[in-house]
């Protein structure tokens, strides 16, 4: 059988070789010559996709350098007629030869690739670009503002927000769009309206109270009739969840009809019967209502953030994904590969387990008709589904499941569960909580889906049984005062003292919990980093200039001030601090005056925004943060310059400084000081391993506790059926069969994701493996730690630990293992590591090869050195004078003397015609007006032969005037001037010649102003402007004809007035 | 290879590759044309790939003729794009890109929905002017770079259709006619577009030149180039790049024959080429080099390419660092500038009118300049926020319609500026707009003077004259395509006319130059670095493609990827060939961290060298750390959180007081002795603290009216309902938005609930005795010094019965309870209760028969809007004022140190270094180390 056909599925447990796997099956399409371009690779982080890239990369080179690497990779690839170094080296040229055509990539940069594809199909401004989610972030306030202005807001929300009377509505709002949006976009209208309400007489509940009320004056038993007492008070004020969440409300719904333990009476029985009837229906009415509210709310915010979108040009990964899928299920594999301009035959499809529907939905036609194509194409998936960690963001590991029933016999499904990551004593652990955790005491929710769990689970092993381990599990002492996390934070630095040069990875579930380890850790002198990275606001400095764009901004902030003023930033920027300070530090308590201080902090906030202006953001940021430096420790530093660097990266000009100070507080950013201990979220933790694994936060539930909507879909890779406000659990059971069935299936998610979690956390560790808990924790299936203390802990207590496995001086083994382990022979270690770089650059002195000097013009120096920006506005009073002006300028060029007349009409024409942005009408207008101002006197004297001369005298040595005028129109020069070229036109140059050499020059400049005829001031405020041009000009012409510049003159000639005004 | 009869006659001059190109021209030129002391180029047309190079030629000229002493006239220099504009006869006027643009946009409002769609215009419910304006800019280019291939967008149709797999056949048809309707406009405007001028005038056979055309570099002529040539053939000269083992890789037109240079290989060594992981490293990488060149070069003989522009800040920072400044040639938009910068924010305003924007226009340097004038004050934008933040402005009409007379002015004196809104509200043509923003423009910056040699102020002018030509293009429109839109509108026209403008800045002598590839090729500096030497940079890959994928450029003869591979393989040919010293810079990671591959052009030798190489790449690539000179660091954080003036004297303090400083001693200072205010933009919602002063006064206006001893929870309602509306009213606006409407319904929805607990008490017994009671003090003994403790208590009820008081507070935020105020281990977490109890006792109020105190709570959840009283006992009473007197001797010593604790996140974390990893810690003798 030819390996190129087998389609492929699998499942790839913790640290089993995942990206080998995937490099084997690219080799091996290579192998088979498959093009490249027929090959799509995809995976989910950037990360990921460079290490394939490598993998792939290194695998080949190796094998064309390597005799051996050549055989093993030929076995791995399972080719049969042993391919040598020559076969691979065809395979690598073929490869870099089409290094363009590669499709490796994430699957967000593969779908942001058809996007581009499908722009005009998609409805996409052609100029879109990706966001991330701070950028979105902007984008959803706007969006949600705009919705809370919406006329229908009101009765929404109020529907919404039935019950409760929390007036931050904004973060109401913002809450059901957080966790919504994407469910509405994805839902059919129809499975938010799943509740079905039956109505109910009114006038029945007036009856239900008397007869509740007759019973109650009947009733001995007291507990029963302040109940029914109760009851009637609830019913009169309409308090459904009450009367139905009570025990005997509840005991009648699930037929123990047990009131304090004893059976309830038959009329008792009837009675609340007919209240459940009652309640039901108003409360489903109620519940109705709030499905559709949140609809129409989502609805009208959909509306609103598409229209933000397209008007931003802003979209990110997921808005680009549901987009293309949508096309695509319009589309047909041709379609795509016409547009696409290549032939995407091979899938191969990493982390399989993370697809979402409708990333599914976009790479599905494809995979079928791979595994359809026979010889012509092929599928092949890795993953594993105890790694289904990104449920959350959509993520179906049960699509994994759904592929295996498009497959034909012939395909391979395989399971890896020999780590080659972890030591033996890790593999053991994860086994023995895996395997055991459905003995541990139950729970009801959570007990059937661990159960199922387990069952999925496969004993690992491990390819290196003699590598050393650790694993212990340990209590917070009872008597510890501190936080759980500080206490963790202290285990974490003892672990970082005893093991200098290990990797630590504390993986922890939460973003938030990351924060504060990362500063508990900081604090005990630990440099730790998160991956992705912590806030730059962790730095004193960063938060400085914080401050200072928070005053700039608004100079009446007092406590940016403060801030500001009692700071080495305000000494620096001599702010001092404000008097009211002294003021009010006297006048203690008085009533507030209104009054504010009128001091320097306005015209400096005037200055700084003038600066930024002026620089740039970025550039001013960069100016503060040096003044700071020598203030900062290395870690202050760094964080400053990271401050700049983000500043030149980030800011958009007409952003306002607010997005910037919002950026601050959105982006993490990597501290590149090497850390000893890297904090980060199990998440980001994915596809990482490290020495030394820290589990600090394990006292996560199962099952979060409910709230917001619950979503419902007939199995997990089917369309969303159902959506519902979540309602709690006495109200449960008045829901329908399909509803309650969404609950199940939301649980089984949350069990699912929570336990993929833990076992993606325990497999990221190579030798030891910590686990912490607070103090007093009992086994059960409620929580993380729940499970681990019942799976590891038996009776006896471990001394130090709760539990523990393998051996505590592991790292001194595992240091004398290492040295005799092999390493690649053919990559020594990278010579550049410990290079020396040259941080300073010395250069040679200006005089040598100075070139590209700047380039002036003297139309450029109108108006002098101090120019007024008005001016620059002014300067033709309107277009069609400025276009009227170019016109005239060409049409005086085409004169030499007026005695060799005017030229042709259609002559001019056609030289009008290269100005730009004239109409026709223009061209003719601009000539009659020509020809009218040639008929003028002065400037008919100045064109004309006879009457022309120069009035300068002659250069000593030339005895008379005689000689030739030469005329030379647009007369271009280029001339050295100092360290710049100058370099331009002079309208009318007139030489006075003898000999063929020149004795003096005059340079003529037209001017189209309009001026008032006798005008004589407004004439020479003009010709005062015009001054430094024409000196320009002058000085050029004495530099290329060598005259002294006394023998070159200039004229201004205004043509509309007829006044030729002599300049120089 | 197209040979044409007529393109034998094109001259060719081979230049050597070892030399520069730029030299070898103009030694060229010098020969051709200097005659004796006169170097006349007045007929001589020179055509180049950049217009950089254009600039060093010239002064390549100049050079010639000061050193030999010759009148220079100097040729015309262009960029080779120029060029067709010298060899034909314009018979029309051509039409600005602005004109083009509306012309396009007038031809696409014929369209039909459908047709717009079809051709990727945005179109939702109704068709905006804007998104046709949009649309025309591609449309444009689209037309330009087919135009300039000879092809009608029909033309192109048809050779798509060649092709059995072409989809797009209705798209095309659309842009036909769309094409049509578009010569049709520009024939009634009789004007031309440059490339059908150009497209006419091969066509008609009518090119021809008096001057002679040289051209250099002419590798990637279009077809109308080429065929211009032909038929000027005898007058012009090719300089092309080559030796004699490359000669066959050119054409007759000198553009590159693409078979040849695909198989070339070009050598790089080991040493011309190294690999940095992340943007940084490369950075750092140059430096490095650049340092190892022991000062032998000066700054103007190095030059710099940053291909792609993410790179440039990492380059301009790191070689900065490195004590040698460098200069950005790649040019600088004119969006930041000044002016246009706040026409932008002038747009943003009117689009969305919110206070934001209102604020940051406000902002503005020349506007709040101009403002300050105008109000004589400086403090203006001060006090604005000051009285804003007391409204609850969203919409900027919000709170001009409520009487803030500070705000008006600011108003009025705007509209000074701006004109009155009306004007700006409505519709009108973009010649009448154009001058709208002349005027505004103009009252902006009357005034503002600016020294031309300052760079910066240089670039505020220039910008200003782009300005300028804009709005003066806009002026001229014709009525034909002029079109009636928004004020926003309009100014998209000017905004999106200047986005592509350039400024290039002049580049001070000693500064080592930053530049795009192409314009280093083209350079002649002896040392040259290239960074980014990555796939799809060098070269770069234009996929994906809506109208023409790549397939079809092929089709058409455009620039397709082969032969952008082509060109940058000669490119660095040339490059190999011509410089002292060169380095190509590969990176592993681009600034979103995404994988980058090596440039394809870095493998053209055998498998096992490839092979060699690319390990290198992967597994030697330099990351060097961040460089610092750690010694003359401090080790120890040196910003203080700011030690504060010590506290002279401590009188009185409020009942409220005791319990900020519980939560954080500096807290308490900053807030309540020195009253420190804050100040966003963002108000989005009315805040706690403006529901909480609303609530109280409807209760305390309830508590004095006459209705306070009603039992009858319908007339209480219905009076807290009145007296909300109309306070709401009167303090806050008339005009509400809904999510304020919202916020007030579910307020009011609490005082309904409450007016149930109010007649309960009532019925109960409790009759309200003092209301809002202003002010109770008494002296509070703490070691011998008494201190007066200040409360208001919001009210006291009697019961009529029993004549016990009852002391309540309202709570209208965070759920309060009496059950938590006392923690596990004794201590109070909040002194109001008692410290109420006590100031209650000590009054002139009859309190024998006992007090209760607590809450009157309106808080959140509906179920808990009840009143939450109880009663203390003596020992909870004195452990309270025993804990207060703590806090009063600890105030008096001053004590105002940070609660390294703070769990929540407020305006002064950043003075309290809360989040701070480094966070600053005073030693024990409060100094500082
Ligand atoms: S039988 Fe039921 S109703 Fe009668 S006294 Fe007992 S509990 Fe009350």
Same mark, same amino acid.
């Given at each position: ?1064 | ?370 403002? *300050? ?7 203006? /934008? =001060?006090? $604005?926020?000051? !009285?804003?933040?007391? @409204?609850?402005?969203? +919409? ?8 803030? *007379? ?7 004196? /705007? =509209?000074? $500026?701006?004109? !009155?809104?009306?004007? @700006?509200?409505?519709? +009108? ?501």
């Amino acid at each position: 059988m030819n390996p190129l056909t087998k389609n492929q599925l699998i499942r790839a447990s913790a640290g089993t070789g995942k990206t080998y796997q995937l490099s084997s099956r690219y080799l091996q399409l290579l192998a088979a010559q498959t093009s490249p371009q027929e090959i799509l690779a995809t995976t989910f982080t950037r990360k990921a996709a460079g290490e394939i890239l490598d993998r792939v990369f290194e695998r080949l080179a190796k094998s064309v350098l390597s005799e051996d690497f050549a055989n093993e990779t030929a076995r791995s690839i399972e080719y049969e007629s042993g391919a040598g170094t020559d076969f691979f080296g065809l395979q690598l040229q073929r490869l870099l030869n089409s290094l363009n055509l590669l499709q490796i990539s994430t699957l967000d940069a593969f779908f942001a690739q058809l996007a581009r594809a499908f722009a005009i199909e998609l409805g996409l401004r052609q100029d879109w670009r990706m966001i991330d989610e701070a950028q979105q972030s902007l984008i959803i306030t706007d969006s949600i503002r705009e919705t809370l202005q919406h006329v229908d807001a009101r009765e929404i929300i109020f529907l919404l927000n039935k019950g409760e009377t929390d007036i931050r509505i904004g973060e109401l709002v913002r809450t059901t769009i957080d966790q919504l949006h994407e469910t509405y976009l994805e839902a059919p209208e129809s499975a938010w309206l799943r509740v079905e309400v039956q109505p109910v007489d009114d006038t029945v509940i007036q009856l239900i109270i008397d007869e509740l009320l007759q019973l109650a004056d009947q009733c001995t038993d007291k507990r029963i009739t302040s109940r029914l007492k109760n009851d009637v008070e609830l019913l009169r004020t309409q308090n459904w969840p009450e009367i139905v969440g009570h025990t005997l409300t509840q005991n009648v719904l699930n037929g123990t009809n047990r009131y304090y333990n004893k059976m309830l009476d038959d009329k008792i029985l009837q009675i609340y019967q007919q209240i459940l009837v009652y309640s039901r229906s108003k409360l489903l009415v109620q519940l109705a209502m709030q499905n559709r509210g949140a609809l129409q709310l989502l609805k009208i915010y959909d509306q609103a953030y598409q229209r933000m979108e397209m008007a931003t040009g802003g979209l990110t990964f997921a808005s680009v994904n549901r987009r293309v899928a949508q096309l695509f299920s319009k589309l047909t594999p041709d379609d795509v590969n016409q547009r696409l301009d290549q032939n995407i035959k091979h899938l191969l499809l990493d982390e399989f387990q993370d697809t979402s529907l409708s990333q599914w939905q976009v790479l599905k036609p494809f995979a079928v008709t791979a595994i359809g194509a026979q010889e012509n194409g092929s599928l092949f998936c890795v993953g594993d589904t105890k790694q289904a960690i990104y449920g959350w963001r959509g993520g179906v590991a049960e699509i994994f499941d759904e592929v295996q029933t498009y497959l034909d016999e012939a395909s391979e499904l395989a399971e890896l569960t020999e780590s080659r990551r972890s030591s033996k004593v890790i593999i053991d652990t994860v086994n023995q909580v895996f395997l055991n955790m459905h003995l541990v005491p139950h729970s009801e929710e959570a007990s059937e889906f661990i159960a199922s769990w387990q069952r999925r689970f496969t004993l690992h092993s491990t390819h290196y049984p003699e590598l050393p381990g650790f694993a212990t599990l340990q209590e917070q002492p009872e008597d510890s005062l501190i936080s759980l996390r500080a206490y963790a934070a202290g285990r974490i630095a003892e672990l970082a003292n005893q093991h200098p040069g290990r990797s630590i990875g504390v993986l922890v579930r939460t973003n938030a919990v990351v924060n504060e380890l990362a500063i508990h850790l900081g604090r005990l002198g630990i440099r730790a980093s998160e991956e992705g990275g912590n806030y730059l606001l962790d730095s004193a400095a960063v938060n400085l200039i914080y401050s200072l764009l928070h005053l700039i901004d608004h100079p009446g902030d007092e406590v940016a001030r403060f801030h500001v003023t009692h700071s080495r930033l305000g000494e620096i920027l001599e702010l001092s601090p404000a008097r009211y300070e002294n003021e009010r530090l006297n006048k203690q308590h008085d009533v507030r005056d209104g009054r504010m201080d009128a001091d320097s902090i306005d015209d400096f906030c005037q200055q700084a925004r003038t600066l930024i202006g002026e620089i740039g953001l970025a550039r001013a940021i960069e100016k503060w943060s040096e003044q700071l430096m020598d203030q900062c420790t290395l870690r202050e530093r760094t964080r400053l310059l990271q401050l700049v660097d983000m500043a030149f990266g980030h800011v958009d000009h007409n952003e306002p400084l607010a997005t910037f100070r919002r950026q601050l507080e959105t982006y993490r950013v990597d501290d590149p000081l090497q850390a000893d201990v890297r904090v980060m979220t199990i998440h980001q933790a994915k596809g990482l391993e490290f020495d030394i694994v820290v589990l600090p936060q394990l006292d996560c539930p199962l099952i979060r506790p409910g709230g917001g909507f619950v979503v419902g879909r007939e199995s997990p890779t089917k369309p969303i059926s159902s959506v519902c406000k979540f309602v709690n659990k006495q109200q449960r059971p008045l829901l329908s069969a399909e509803l309650l069935q969404a609950y199940t299936q939301q649980y089984e998610q949350e069990v699912n994701g929570e336990l993929c979690l833990l076992y993606v956390a325990m497999t990221r560790a190579i030798h030891a493996l910590h686990l912490i808990v607070s103090n007093g924790q009992k086994p059960s299936q409620k929580k993380w730690q729940g499970l681990i203390l019942g799976t590891l802990v038996s009776d006896q207590n471990d001394g130090e630990y709760l539990w523990s496995a393998g051996n505590s001086n592991w790292d001194a083994d595992s240091r004398a293992a290492r040295e005799s382990s092999d390493i690649d022979a053919l990559i020594s270690t990278n010579p550049n590591r410990d290079r020396q770089y040259v941080r300073q650059i010395e250069l040679a002195d200006l005089s040598t090869g100075v070139r590209m000097l700047p380039v002036g013009s003297p139309s450029r120096r109108e108006g002098g050195q101090q120019i007024e920006l008005g001016s620059l506005l002014r300067s033709s009073e309107n277009s069609v004078a400025m276009k009227f002006g170019s016109l005239i300028h060409a049409c005086f060029e085409s004169i030499t003397w007026l005695e060799a007349g005017i030229p042709q009409d259609s002559l001019l024409l056609e030289r009008l015609a290269e100005v730009e942005g004239a109409t026709q009408e223009h061209v003719e207008a601009a000539i009659r007006q020509f020809k009218n101002y040639v008929q003028q006197p002065n400037i008919g004297r100045l064109l004309s032969q006879n009457t022309y001369s120069i009035e300068v005298p002659i250069p000593k040595g030339f005895a008379d005037r005689s000689g030739m005028y030469r005329v030379e129109n647009e007369r271009p020069f280029a001339i050295r001037q100092d360290e710049s070229i100058l370099q331009g036109f002079i309208d009318r140059l007139v030489l006075l010649e003898q000999d063929q050499t020149v004795l003096v020059a005059d340079v003529i400049d037209f001017k189209t102003d309009s001026l008032r005829p006798g005008d004589q001031r407004a004439e020479q405020q003009r010709v005062d402007w015009y001054r430094p041009q024409l000196e320009a000009y002058r000085f050029a012409v004495s530099k290329i004809f060598r005259l002294e510049l006394e023998f070159v003159t200039t004229h201004l000639v205004f043509v509309a007035t007829d006044r030729v005004v002599k300049v120089h | 290879m197209p040979l044409n009869a007529s393109a034998q006659s094109i001259r060719t001059v081979t230049i050597d590759p070892e030399q520069s190109p730029l030299s070898a021209t103009a030694n060229w030129l010098h020969r051709q044309y200097a005659e004796g002391a006169i170097w006349d180029m007045s007929q001589a047309v020179v055509g180049l790939p950049t217009s950089r190079a254009c600039r060093r030629l010239l002064e390549l000229i100049v050079e010639i003729a000061e050193a030999e002493h010759i009148v220079l006239t100097p040729p015309v220099i262009t960029t080779i794009g120029q060029i067709p504009e010298y060899l034909y006869r314009r018979l029309h006027p051509v039409a600005s890109d602005l004109m083009q643009r509306l012309a396009w946009t007038t031809a696409l409002a014929k369209l039909g929905r459908d047709e717009l769609r079809l051709i990727g215009c945005p179109v939702s419910d109704q068709v905006n002017w804007s998104d046709l304006f949009y649309t025309s800019r591609v449309i444009a280019e689209l037309h330009r770079e087919l135009a300039g291939n000879m092809y009608s967008f029909r033309d192109a149709l048809e050779i798509a259709s060649e092709n059995p797999q072409f989809r797009d056949h209705e798209r095309w048809e659309v842009l036909h006619r769309l094409q049509m309707s578009y010569f049709q406009i520009m024939r009634e405007l009789g004007v031309w577009d440059i490339q059908t001028a150009r497209r006419l005038a091969v066509e008609k056979q009518e090119c021809g030149t008096e001057y002679a055309i040289c051209i250099l570099g002419s590798v990637d002529l279009n077809r109308t180039m080429q065929r211009m040539l032909d038929q000027v053939g005898s007058r012009v000269t090719l300089l092309v790049v080559c030796d004699s083992t490359t000669r066959q890789g050119f054409d007759d037109w000198g553009c590159l024959v693409p078979d040849f240079w695909e198989s070339l290989a070009i050598p790089i060594t080991d040493d011309q080429l190294r690999v940095g992981v992340r943007p940084h490293d490369q950075a750092q990488i140059v430096v490095d080099f650049l340092g190892r060149l022991n000062g032998k070069f000066s700054a103007s003989q190095i030059s710099v390419a940053a291909p792609d522009d993410e790179l440039i800040p990492f380059l301009a920072r790191t070689i900065d660092a490195a004590g040698v400044m460098i200069h950005d040639s790649t040019g600088e938009t004119i969006s930041a500038a000044a002016p246009v910068r706040l026409l932008s924010l002038a747009a943003r305003y009117l689009e969305y009118e919110r206070y934001v924007d209102f604020a940051n226009l406000l902002r503005h340097e020349t506007v709040f300049a101009r403002l *300050s004038e105008g109000l004589q004050e400086t403090d203006w /934008l =001060a006090r $604005l926020e000051r !009285d804003v933040s007391r @409204l609850c402005p969203m +919409k900027i009409e919000l709170a001009f319609s409520k009487g803030s *007379s500070h705000l008006e002015r600011i108003a009025n004196q /705007l =509209a000074k $500026l701006f004109g !009155d809104s009306a004007s @700006l509200r409505s519709r +009108k043509c973009l010649t009448e707009w154009s001058l709208v923003w002349r005027d505004v423009l103009q009252r902006c910056f009357t005034g503002e003077v600016v020294d031309r040699e300052n760079p910066q102020a240089k670039h505020v002018a220039r910008s200003m004259s782009y300005l300028n030509d804009a709005l003066a293009e806009m002026e001229a429109l014709p009525e034909t395509i002029d079109a009636k839109c928004s004020a926003i509108e309009s100014l998209q026209v000017v905004l999106e006319h200047l986005r592509d403008r350039q400024v290039f800045s002049d580049r001070p002598i000693n500064t080592i130059e930053l530049m795009g590839w192409l314009d280093l090729i083209w350079d002649d500096a002896p040392v040259a670095v290239v960074t980014s030497f990555n796939e799809r940079t060098i070269p770069q890959s234009r996929n994906f493609h809506p109208f023409l994928p790549n397939g079809l450029r092929n089709r058409l003869g455009l620039i397709d990827n082969r032969l952008r591979f082509v060109l940058d393989k000669f490119r660095l040919f040339m490059l190999g060939r011509s410089r002292a010293q060169l380095l190509l810079v590969a990176g592993r990671r681009d600034v979103q961290n995404n994988p980058l591959l090596p440039s394809r052009l870095l493998f053209n030798r055998d498998a096992a060298a490839n092979a060699r190489r690319l390990l290198k790449i992967i597994h030697h690539a330099e990351s060097p750390l961040h460089h610092v000179d750690q010694a003359s660091l401090p080790r120890q954080q040196q910003f203080v959180i700011p030690s504060l003036t010590p506290l002279k004297e401590l009188k009185q303090i409020s009942v409220t007081d005791f319990d900020v400083y519980l939560t954080c001693p500096y807290r308490f200072y900053l807030a309540r002795i020195l009253r420190l205010e804050s100040f966003e933009d963002q108000v989005e919602q009315m805040d706690h603290a403006i529901i909480g002063t609303l609530a109280h006064r409807v209760l305390e206006a309830f508590g004095n009216s006459d209705l306070k001893d009603s039992t009858d929870p319908r007339h209480i309602r219905k009076f807290l309902q009145e007296e909300l509306k109309t306070r709401f009213q009167r303090e806050f606006s008339h005009e509400t938005l809904p999510i304020v409407e919202i916020q007030l319904a579910n307020l009011e929805m609490r005082l309904d609930m409450f007016s149930e607990q109010q007649a309960n008490r009532r019925k109960a017994g409790w009759i309200i005795e003092e209301n809002e009671k202003p002010d109770l003090d008494k002296q509070f003994d703490v070691d011998g010094d008494p201190v007066l403790i200040k409360g208001r208590i919001d009210r006291i009820d009697r019961n009529e019965t029993s004549n016990r008081l009852a002391i309540i507070d309202f709570k209208t935020s965070i759920r309060h309870s009496t059950k938590t105020q006392i923690d596990k281990h004794g201590v109070w977490r909040s002194l109001q209760l008692p410290l109420y109890h006590w100031l209650v006792q000590g009054s002139e109020l009859d309190c024998n028969q006992g007090i209760e105190v607590g809450f009157g709570r309106l808080g959140q959840n509906l179920d808990e809007i009840e009143f939450d009283l109880i009663e203390l006992s003596t020992t909870e009473l004195n452990d309270a004022l025993e804990q207060a007197r703590e806090i009063i001797r600890a105030i008096r010593k001053s004590q105002f140190e940070p609660n390294p604790n703070m769990p929540y996140q407020d305006v002064y974390q950043g003075i309290c270094q809360d989040r701070v990893f480094e966070r600053w810690m005073p030693t024990t003798s409060g100094e500082t180390p």
